[in-house]
């Protein structure tokens, strides 16, 4: 492997040890546990993979890592766990289709994740950092025979600040070992090459400078502020059009918020029929419907009915309606409200029409989905209704009497 | 019993007294160096490779043409709309989140289990796992609508007070896929230090020394730092496999937490994880054919080390099937209407023509893959490869756009099209990996040198068992 | 590189033919004394024996999935061409040759089905099914003769699975060669495909008609995954018993026991992730037809949401998947005999509180039902069970001494 590499540099070298280069793993092996045995103890073996039995042969203690990584890895799963439930059970509540708010299942998939990120993490930098990597500068690298390491040669080096080392002895031995193929020296500088101060001042800086995030964050949790927060991105932020509370250039009194003009009414929105709009006359309510009664109307009545009252009123009218079994079935607080009791017949019908209009206690208003002639006709058939629900035999038609009897 | 023998020049044979040799030619370790990294650093490149880097540039051009217009115009820029809210996008992220677990499962599944035969195509899988990852990822982060506001998933602390919802499988799908594409990250950069050095040992020139010496490290391939690379290497094998499967699976939540008949049956998550091996190993097998062929790399990823992955292409097809049937039967059995719709409706409905090609695709065609023949021959093995992924494509596609196209209520039933922005972006997805992919295989080591060393059979004595 | 030497096995003792026959006697008299109180036991209850058929359910699919579990065990070793499970495989192989003794003890639960009684399966009955029309729309499926006709051909399979399984090794213990292996792991797929099949729908059958208007899909595969860890802690607490006995002593090193430890981890941790889709996705959704099964295994019955069961499940979540996992995660605990079998053991039992946790919610009764009728049950099948396996092992070896990997087995070594 011939490179053009840059010479060998002007600074004073000095031996940094020995290299003993090896063709075949076995031999490697063998080498090692000679060396080992021999009392030297800060050396080493190099090899394109890693060889096995090297370890013992070596005497290669088991690394903590796995421990490192245990540790992670349960710190990952308090993390996720603590997160999850102060975001979103204790910080800022949220209901999410009442789940409970600290939902262990719903919670463990990122605490697993979590769980693998941080032993992952650990592994890998764990890995680098008890390897000693990055480092660029190892004085091994000086001897241009080593770059066969990563390729096909076994190297044995034994380094010259090991207390048994003697550069002519420890190379007499290393020539000594099965398979030895060449014995060489690598160098290092004499002197370790200084730092320039500006790396300490420049390192320095950062540090402090990664500090003003978090103490920025502390600071605007812990204080209070007149300015509208941070957008990053002013999306929606100047709609061109005025906003409440704001000046408007147009107006004398340069307001934004205006009243309606006295005296106006929106088109179509007159009303003016009391008895029809309202179901009132006057102060009473109307006794009687104000609009045609005939059968279309009935009809359109039963219809409307039977889609928006009779969820809870129930298809007889009394107060029997899905909702109300659903409640009944779940033994939750309901109360069936009865069209057709003594109460009801007693109502005028002006206040039933209101009562659809605006609602009453737990029933919400359906004015804006029911128009008035539709309140109109629901009114007819709920009157139909309580005819019908307190009937007499009189009423039923001579032709069916029979049947019930 | 001819063909049971294991020849020198052919290593699929199966005798039982013996494993097969799982490199031909007579590998040394010099030979395995030079014919990995001959590749990485031939001076120029071949003509195919610029042939095929024009092509799929240009395919990814597109696709960020297409990601700047929708950014600029709205999502309405897609076929998404009522019911089907879920279209494209979410079937493109989950077929190319499944392709990436191919990679972690050579890497560290096949390593758990000891299979040797992994170590000449964990570094290929590997880096396909990077870039279906990026590829994956890109979908949900356009389709939230307001790109710029993507870092809302995350949970910082903010102005507005908020928190994220971690009750949401959106939000798993975050963290799982973040930690994924972290994982697998460093897993394959962790594997690839040892060969860096290799490369940066024989490196010509200045920069070319340089640039794989800063990612190398200063790697110098001592005992005492294998023995904490292995140990490292064992751990993340540990965690990736987990992971694998935690991750498809928080995707399958995705679907199989709601209440869409079709979607939420409990068998997802390993159908799902068993589906994404299926793809992935389909890719890999697609990539490794003309590659080995390209880049002279026969000898070290042989017919047998296909023929592996075949099997396991056969098996997962297996599973598939098997969960396909056992939801079939399950929605009979439910006696729920809806539930038996919902399969009915995949098969006879509108898209029941996906349904079928799904089916022939997944199902039928790697059948083929129990004659010897089949998996042993690089041009059928390459057809059934391409034809699993389309297979797989459509299941997505089946599953999420069939079923919200036609779910409880039946006036709110709608159908589906697909705009033209829609399948520039499948397509165009395509391109951005096959980029990343070409660019790999022409600067970085392909097959994990120092993996393969071990296993030859020149390093292994007569009686030592593989 | 160093070699290691292989040990030479061919005249250790690998039969039980001396003490077989003794401890086979003592099993059956214990298993037919046990099962006969347990009938007694049950009458004495007086609900029609509808607590006895559960109970004896319970124990019998707990016995059934080690079989199934080592039949599972041994296809998958001859499809992947393993070479280091060679010397544990005889073990499994001769706990799946129980499958036709477990068609046998299927007799109680299939006897009743066919007589009409709806004690143990509600669809049985025709009231049941007039009060639940979605289970009627399922009478095709679930209705006594057609269930019958199922087991008979589950255990059909199975039997002839495990009998070509087990005959191919035994009769390689005096031909040797190659053939045998190599027409085992040619048919070995087909048996994962069959395995797959008939294991979900038996567990469709046989557990999960117990709460005929709940369904999972993944049910099957929840069953596998406990057959599973049953089937990986029976070998390796019989693997240990053999080794005490003196037999196999150097056919099975540490390096198997810290293999099956290692297996026996990754399918807890597979258990639990099963176990963990089914109950998320239906808690998640909230879909009342589904959560009633969980509902039913979190409440004692009363009305209350919580109640007794709920400390069974938490108890089986802890003591099948939490502890072990912690348990089971070091090396050196896997490596250790002694306590790797404490945690086979411990996952035994914990195997059969989940089956007790699938089962005997049917009951329906408030509170947690566990007397001298389980006790009866466990102990009556379990000595069925111990004897059946005497039975099979007969004279074999309990180990495959001529298989062409043995070596391979003997100086395997885990990383």
């Avoid at chain 1, 709009?277 to 419907?289: A, F, L, M, R």
């Avoid at chain 2, 395509?430 to 660019?439: E, K, N, Y």
């Amino acid at each position: 492997m011939n490179h053009d590499r840059p010479s060998v540099p002007e600074t004073p070298q000095v031996v940094a040890g020995l290299l003993a280069e090896f063709d075949r793993p076995e031999t490697l092996v063998a080498a090692a546990a000679r060396v080992k045995a021999a009392g030297y103890r800060t050396w080493d073996c190099h090899s394109p993979f890693p060889v096995h039995g090297i370890d013992p042969a070596m005497g290669i203690r088991p690394t903590i890592l796995p421990w490192l990584v245990v540790g992670a890895g349960t710190a990952g799963v308090l993390v996720a766990l603590v997160m999850q439930w102060w975001t979103n059970a204790v910080d800022y509540p949220l209901n999410i289709s009442g789940k409970p708010l600290f939902s262990l299942p719903a919670n463990i998939p990122v605490t697993f994740e979590l769980l693998i990120l941080f032993s992952a993490l650990t592994a890998f930098l764990g890995a680098l950092a008890l390897n000693g990597l990055p480092f660029f500068s190892n004085p091994i690298f000086s001897n241009p025979r080593f770059r066969r390491v990563t390729n096909d040669r076994f190297f044995v080096s034994i380094s010259a600040a090991d207390p048994a080392f003697g550069e002519e002895a420890t190379r007499a031995f290393l020539q000594s070992l099965d398979g030895v193929a060449v014995v060489e020296p690598f160098h290092r500088p004499a002197a370790p090459p200084k730092i320039p101060a500006a790396f300490h001042i420049a390192g320095a800086l950062a540090v402090c400078m990664a500090c003003f995030p978090p103490l920025l964050i502390a600071y605007a949790r812990a204080t209070k502020s007149a300015k509208p927060r941070i957008h990053v991105w002013p999306d929606m932020d100047s709609q061109a059009k005025y906003q409440t509370q704001t000046a408007h250039p147009l107006f004398p009194d340069r307001r934004s918020m205006r009243a309606g003009v006295p005296g106006t009414v929106a088109v179509g929105r007159l009303n003016a029929d009391e008895r029809l709009y309202e179901g009132k006359d006057g102060e009473q309510w109307v006794t009687s419907v104000p609009v045609e009664i005939d059968a279309e109307r009935m009809r359109r009545g039963k219809e409307r009915y039977e889609i928006y009252c009779a969820p809870c009123h129930g298809l007889s009218g009394e107060g029997d309606g899905i909702m109300a079994q659903r409640a009944l079935e779940r033994e939750e607080p309901w109360v069936r409200r009865s069209l057709v009791d003594d109460y009801a017949v007693k109502l005028p019908v002006g206040s039933i029409f209101n009562t659809i209009r605006h609602g009453k206690n737990t029933m919400l208003p359906y004015g804006a989905q029911v128009p008035p002639a539709d309140r109109w006709a629901i009114v007819l058939y709920v009157k139909a209704l309580q005819r019908a629900q307190n009937a007499t035999i009189d009423d039923v038609p001579e032709e069916l009497r029979d049947k019930l009897q | 019993m001819s063909d049971l023998a294991i020849r020198a020049d052919d290593n699929t044979g199966n005798d039982p007294l013996r494993r097969a040799p799982l490199a031909l030619g007579g590998q040394t370790y010099a030979s395995v160096t030079e014919t990995v990294c001959a590749v990485a650093e031939r001076e120029g490149t071949t003509r195919a490779w610029r042939i095929a880097f024009a092509v799929s540039a240009t395919l990814t051009l597109a696709f960020f043409a297409s990601i700047g217009y929708l950014i600029v115009t709205g999502v309405g820029v897609w076929g998404n709309t009522n019911p089907v809210y879920w279209a494209f996008p979410i079937v493109n992220f989950v077929f190319w989140i499944g392709i990436g677990h191919a990679g972690t499962l050579i890497s560290a599944i096949l390593f758990l289990f000891r299979q040797k035969w992994r170590t000449s195509i964990n570094r290929f899988a590997e880096a396909m796992t990077i870039f279906a990852v990026m590829c994956a990822g890109i979908f949900p982060g356009i389709h939230v609508g307001r790109v710029w506001l993507a870092y809302w998933l995350a949970p910082y602390p903010n102005q507005m007070l908020l928190w994220p919802n971690f009750r949401s499988p959106l939000l798993w799908d975050v963290f799982a896929v973040s930690t994924y594409a972290t994982v697998s990250a460093m897993f394959w950069y962790l594997g690839m230090v040892p060969d860096l050095a290799t490369l940066r040992d024989r490196a010509k020139t200045p920069i070319r020394r340089t640039l794989y010496g800063l990612f190398a490290l200063g790697w110098h391939g001592s005992a005492r730092q294998w023995h904490r690379y292995e140990r490292a290497y064992l751990l993340l094998a540990a965690l990736a496999a987990p992971l694998v499967l935690s991750v498809h699976s928080v995707v399958s939540f995705d679907f199989a937490v709601s209440q869409v008949p079709g979607w939420h049956t409990t068998i997802f998550p390993p159908y799902f994880v068993a589906g994404a091996i299926f793809s992935g190993f389909a890719m890999v097998v697609t990539l490794m054919v003309p590659a080995r062929a390209f880049f002279g790399l026969k000898n070290l990823v042989t017919v047998r080390h296909l023929e592996n992955m075949n099997k396991i292409i056969l098996l997962t097809s297996l599973i598939v099937g098997y969960a396909y049937g056992t939801e079939l039967f399950i929605s009979w059995y439910s006696g729920s209407t809806y539930e038996r719709f919902a399969f009915f409706n995949r098969a006879f409905g509108p898209l029941g023509w996906g349904y079928g090609l799904m089916v022939l695709c997944n199902v039928l065609v790697p059948q083929l893959f129990w004659f010897k023949k089949c998996r042993t021959t690089p041009w059928i093995m390459l057809v059934v490869a391409v034809l699993v992924n389309v297979g797989m494509w459509f299941e997505r596609f089946v599953i999420i756009v069939g079923s919200l196209s036609r779910d409880y209520l039946p006036s709110s039933w709608g159908h589906y099209v697909p705009t033209a922005i829609d399948l520039l972006m499948l397509v165009g997805s395509f391109g951005l990996f096959f980029t990343l992919f070409l660019l790999f295989c022409r600067y970085l080591p392909m097959v994990a040198i120092a993996e393969v060393k071990p296993v030859l059979p020149v390093t292994k004595p007569a009686d030592e068992t593989a | 590189m160093h070699t290691k030497e292989v040990p030479n096995i061919a005249d250790e003792p690998n039969t039980l033919a001396d003490v077989g026959p003794r401890l086979r006697r003592y099993a059956a008299i214990v298993g037919g004394v046990a099962l006969a109180l347990a009938l007694i036991s049950g009458l004495f209850i007086g609900d029609g024996g509808k607590y006895l058929l559960h109970s004896y359910l319970t124990s019998y699919c707990f016995f059934l999935s080690l079989s199934l579990g080592g039949l599972f065990f041994v296809a998958v070793q001859h499809a992947s061409r393993a070479g280091w499970s060679v010397s544990v495989r005889r073990i499994a192989e001769i706990l799946g040759g129980n499958l036709p003794l477990m068609a046998l003890l299927a007799l109680p639960i299939l006897v009743p089905v066919l007589l009409g009684n709806g004690h143990l399966y509600p669809w049985v009955d025709r009231a049941y099914l007039d009060a639940h029309p979605v289970v009627a729309q399922k009478t095709a499926w679930l209705n006594g003769w057609s269930f019958a006709g199922r087991c008979a051909v589950y255990f059909a399979i199975w039997a002839l699975m495990a009998r070509f399984f087990l005959n191919g090794s035994t009769k390689q213990d005096e031909q040797g060669g190659t053939e045998l292996t190599l027409r085992m792991e040619r048919w070995s797929p087909l048996a994962l495909i069959l395995f797959a099949l008939t294991i979900t729908c038996a567990s469709v059958d046989l557990v999960m008609s117990l709460s005929p208007e709940w369904f999972s899909t993944i049910f099957g595969v929840y069953y596998f995954s406990g057959s599973t860890v049953g089937a990986l802690a029976t070998i390796i607490v019989v693997a240990c018993l053999l080794q005490r006995a003196g037999r196999l002593t150097h056919a099975i090193t540490v390096e198997h026991y810290h293999e099956l430890g290692k297996l026996l981890f990754a399918f807890v941790v597979f258990w639990g992730y099963i176990a963990f889709s089914q109950y998320m996705l239906i808690w998640y959704a909230n879909i009342p037809e589904e959560t009633r099964y969980y509902l039913a295994r979190q409440t004692g019955g009363a009305g209350a949401v919580v109640g007794p069961w709920a400390y069974v499940s938490l108890l089986l979540v802890a003591g099948h998947l939490l502890i072990p996992f912690v348990g089971l995660l070091s090396r050196h605990v896997k490596r250790n005999r002694k306590l790797l079998v404490g945690w086979a053991v411990w996952l035994l039992v914990f195997h059969w509180v989940d089956m007790y946790w699938l089962v005997m919610p049917s009951l329906g009764r408030p509170g947690l039902p566990f007397g001298f009728t389980d006790v009866f049950c466990i102990l009556g099948l379990g000595g069925a069970y111990v004897a059946g396996t005497l039975w099979i092992a007969g004279d074999r070896r309990w180990i495959a001494v001529k298989d062409p990997r043995m070596s391979e087995a003997l100086v395997f070594e885990n990383t």
